[in-house]
């Protein structure tokens, strides 16, 4: 009876050892959200390259980009409907990303594409970052996902209220959104 009890206890004692051991392990694991990038290409003419990252946070969407190449000032700087940048301009991008079909605007207002974002503004030295968090955007494919859409920088200001496109001007970067 006595081999028995302990035989029970040891057993028991390297069980709950394990599941410890388990439990710190699953509880140091970090949740990695998706992530998702675009490489900018220039068009238009222009010299601009970079590249502009994705990813979750919370239920918003963190935007960051390193940008060279562009004139000194404020830039445009969208989400485009098609994952093409084909075309020398970029047209082939095609227009806002706007999947609940409104009309553009301010990137903090509700009633806005869903592509619209703060504008990029460069040094003297044509160079911009950008970190920011936006809403109305998901690294899905499909109808509200950004997955395989463009992200486009344009020559001008975003005004954020012209329609259809903020007035921004010509584009001059332009590259496909991909899941890393």
């Known amino acids: 009876m006595k081999t028995h009890s302990i035989l029970y206890r040891t057993t028991r004692i390297a069980c709950l050892v394990s ?33 502009v990252s994705f990813q979750n946070v919370g239920q918003k969407l963190r935007v960051e980009a390193r940008v060279a190449g562009l004139t000194p000032g404020a830039h445009g700087f969208h989400v485009h409907e098609a994952g093409d940048c084909s075309a020398p301009d970029a047209s082939s991008a095609k227009g806002h990303f706007n999947p609940a079909g409104r009309p553009h605007g301010h990137h903090g207002d509700t009633e806005r594409h869903a592509g619209d974002m703060p504008n990029l503004v460069a040094d003297s030295s044509g160079k911009a970052t950008l970190s920011a968090e936006v809403d109305m955007m998901s690294l899905t494919e499909g109808p509200g996902g950004i997955l395989k859409r463009s992200v486009v920088i344009h020559a001008d200001p975003d005004d954020y209220k012209s329609q259809p496109a903020g007035n921004s001007g010509k584009r001059v970067a332009c590259g496909v959104i991909r899941s890393i």
């Open 19 to 51: 599941a410890a051991g388990l439990l710190g392990a699953c509880a140091s694991m970090e949740k990695v959200s998706p992530r998702a990038e675009a490489t900018l290409e220039p068009r238009s003419g222009s010299t601009v390259t970079g590249t």
